[in-house]
DNA sequence: TATTGTTATACTCTATAACTATA
DNA sequence: TATAGTTATAGAGTATAACAATA
């Protein structure tokens, strides 16, 4: 209920005095407000290291963990990136129509696909993270090891807050 | 150019072993992955605990700064806001609809607006922070307040490696 | 009956250009 | 000429319902 002592000017309808600057002291008091900033940046880097490549912050993703699992359906692969099934297609078949990943049909269950890389794939899942970790520097600007790992470790927690998937926002 | 031990499974167009849970390991070497995630999980919660006062996460952040910064103009907070003037109209609309703020003609320049807060956007102001406050608890779930600050200091640094406006994600 | 992938749809968020009224 | 607010529009991202094929 107390104000911020920082923050406030006077009382009602007051004047606009135009050269000064706007206060965010209130805001600042939650870590989420933190975060939210932060991510905006990397989520803008992280765009701009991934333009050349043809590759969004999604479909880098899925290819990563497409490399790293290949044959996994397109269900698991919806519940690792924590999308809808529905909003998956459109991302695989971008990543299939460029000749990064193959859609193979499962013997043993014929409604399922198989998600695995091609050899283009796999090149450009190399270019892909080196560019992210150039990124990745680039943001970070010499943060120490043990901060990352402290960050890592408040992310984690924060995860653990919520049951699992984080949808509705 | 190294691939991560942990994560690859075998080669070529491998079986989909349907029960077997899916590797990020790759992805979990960067520390935006991990800010992505945990924001994911704060906007969600965050979103949950203002619905009941018919906020979302802008509107809300927009009348904390207008209670704040009494007499700010639009642009101002645009700006503050790090979103488009031509974005922040409808939020204003929706803010004003509900006669939380209004928007008052500046004498001294009559092409901009001064916002300022009406009494009942004071009250949901307060209603708002107790609600973003509990949140807050919700989702740090016992973290140390040295870590939170180590978390802050992260943050910011990744702020300064932006030039400032952090949009084009 | 339930699940996989799919289509269609709608709603939010965001970016851009162009207009108006003022400066 | 430039700026503040506005309108219109288009592109992402995301959520839901319903369908066909298969289990």
């Known amino acids: 209920m107390k104000r911020p002592a ?20 209130t805001l600042r008091e939650f870590i989420g407000y933190h975060i939210k900033r932060a991510f905006n940046v990397v989520q803008a880097d992280l765009n701009q290291a991934l333009k050349p490549l043809g590759l969004r912050m999604v479909t880098y993703s899925a290819l990563v963990l497409i ?7 397109q269900s698991q692969l919806a519940e690792a ?9 459109v991302i695989i078949d971008e990543l299939e129509g460029r000749d990064l990943i193959t859609r193979d049909r499962v013997p043993t269950d014929r409604r399922a ?3 695995n890389p091609t050899l283009a794939g796999r090149r450009l899942y190399d270019r892909a ?16 090891e043990e901060t990352k790992l402290a960050v890592i470790g408040a992310m984690s927690l924060i ?11």
Chains 1, 2 share one sequence.
């Not at 653990?160 to 949808?167: D, F, L, R, T, V």
Request: hydrophobic residues 35%; aromatic residues 2%; neutral net charge.
């Open 159 to 169: 995860r653990q807050s919520s049951g699992g998937g984080s949808k509705g926002g």
């Open 129 to 144: 993270l080196e560019a992210v970790r150039g990124h990745e520097r680039r943001i970070l600007n010499g943060m120490t």
């Open 67 to 73: 490399v790293d699992n290949p044959g996994l359906r």
């Open 113 to 115: 696909y198989a998600l």
């Open 81 to 89: 990136l924590d999308v809808e099934r529905a909003n998956l297609v």
């Open 6 to 25: 920082a923050a406030r000017r006077d009382a009602a309808t007051s004047a606009p005095e135009a050269g000064q600057q706007v206060s965010d002291d």
